[in-house]
């Protein structure tokens, strides 16, 4: 924000406390927020003062009775206040329209608001403008309220690209896809398991090797569906953590943009960085409950080898063939 305002524009937060949470889009919430700065240091000619709030707002029945698009319910509430020149009725009427612009030619594309409108709405929020010309501007987001829990704070992209050594199942039917993925686990230093469907991914975890990770492409072929599988895998101790990967925006685990709760998701195409942090970040963020207990029940005891200590001295080895003659032997 410093950046794009300049030195003469005075910037104050005022955050309330016991906020609640929202969700969002962080890199759209930062969008937005740009947009509607810019919007005010523009209005402001670059001297003034400019206040970001954050706070927590109900909307009542009497608020949606007089706006219909309006939901009464809780919201968080972004609003950016300036001291700038205001609108008048005619442009508030008209500044969220995609392409409406009183800025001369080459200075405003008029989309800023639109593009601010659009993403709250799809957040299931609204937006009001209160502005008076010559008395500046507030523009409020209203953020619906999110009674999950905040994310946790090692955002997939702050943790760095660093590999491990935990058990990796890869489930990927496109076989050139998943030539490629081991081969960048196996130099990340991670052991790997692979399949090449749902099933068969199946039969490696009902195997009873430890597996800490299973990296699973949403679609495939077969019988079995990814997230039965998922729910296969999980119903089974110790916990395992999960990372599906799809080359689709939309299918069976992602609904309007979102992954269902609890669910991370690597999108096609990825760079081996990308890979990278989102393995490790699953891996350190995995559900931790049935972890004890599988410790107590099979210790992973040397540190010289933690993860195969349990089959040292008597090797399993399982054996998946269709020819009768090599089952018997
Ligand atoms: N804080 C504000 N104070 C006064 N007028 C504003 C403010 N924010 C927006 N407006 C008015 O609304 C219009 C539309 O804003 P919008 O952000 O959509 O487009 P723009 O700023 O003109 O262009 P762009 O954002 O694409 O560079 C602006 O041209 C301006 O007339
Ligand atoms: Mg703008």
Redesign the pocket.
């Known amino acids: 924000l410093r950046r794009a305002l300049g030195e003469e524009i005075e910037v104050e937060t005022v955050v309330a406390g016991g906020l609640w949470n929202t969700f969002a889009d962080p890199l759209q919430i930062e969008n937005a927020l740009l947009?509607?700065a810019?919007?005010?240091r523009?209005?402001?000619n670059g001297a003034g003062r400019l206040t970001i709030e954050v706070g927590n707002a109900f909307l009542d029945d009497s608020c949606s009775r007089t706006h219909p698009e309006v939901k009464a319910g809780q919201y968080v509430v972004l609003a950016?206040t300036?001291t700038?020149?205001?609108?008048t009725e005619e442009?508030?009427e008209?500044?969220?329209?995609?392409s409406?612009?009183?800025?001369p030619e080459g200075?405003?594309?008029?989309?800023?608001?639109?593009?601010?409108y659009g993403f709250v709405k799809q957040s299931g929020g609204h937006v009001k403008?209160y502005?008076q010309a010559g008395e500046?501007?507030t523009?409020k987001l209203y953020l619906a309220r999110s009674f999950r829990s905040e994310d946790h704070v090692s955002a997939a992209d702050t943790v760095a690209t660093t590999g491990g050594t935990e058990t990796i199942l890869v489930a990927e039917d496109d076989e050139g896809v998943r030539t490629t993925v081991i081969e960048m686990l196996t130099d990340f230093g991670y052991y790997v398991l692979k399949a090449k469907d749902a099933q068969s991914a199946l039969t490696v975890i009902e195997s009873g090797a430890h597996i800490d990770l299973l990296f699973t492409d949403v679609v495939m072929p077969g019988p079995l569906k990814s997230p039965q599988l998922v729910r296969m895998a999980r119903a089974r101790p110790p916990d395992i953590a999960v990372l599906y990967t799809s080359g689709y925006t939309e299918d069976s685990i992602v609904h309007g943009g979102r992954l269902d709760p609890g669910l991370e998701l690597l999108s096609k195409p990825y760079t081996r960085e990308e890979l990278a942090r989102k393995i490790r970040h699953v891996l350190t963020n995995r559900p931790q409950g049935g972890g004890a207990a599988a410790d107590a029940a099979a210790p992973h005891s040397t540190p010289a080898d933690p993860r195969h200590a349990e089959t040292a001295g008597k090797l399993k080895l399982l054996l998946v063939e269709d020819d009768a003659f090599y089952k018997i032997n």
Not at 84 to 87: A, D, E, I, Q, Y
Not at 100 to 103: D, I, N, Q, R
Not at 107 to 116: I, N, P, R
């Open positions: 947009n509607l810019i919007n005010s523009d209005a402001m950016v300036d700038g020149s205001g609108m442009v508030k008209q500044a969220f329209e995609p409406f612009s009183t800025k200075k405003g594309t008029g989309l800023g608001l639109s593009m601010v403008i502005s500046g501007t523009i």
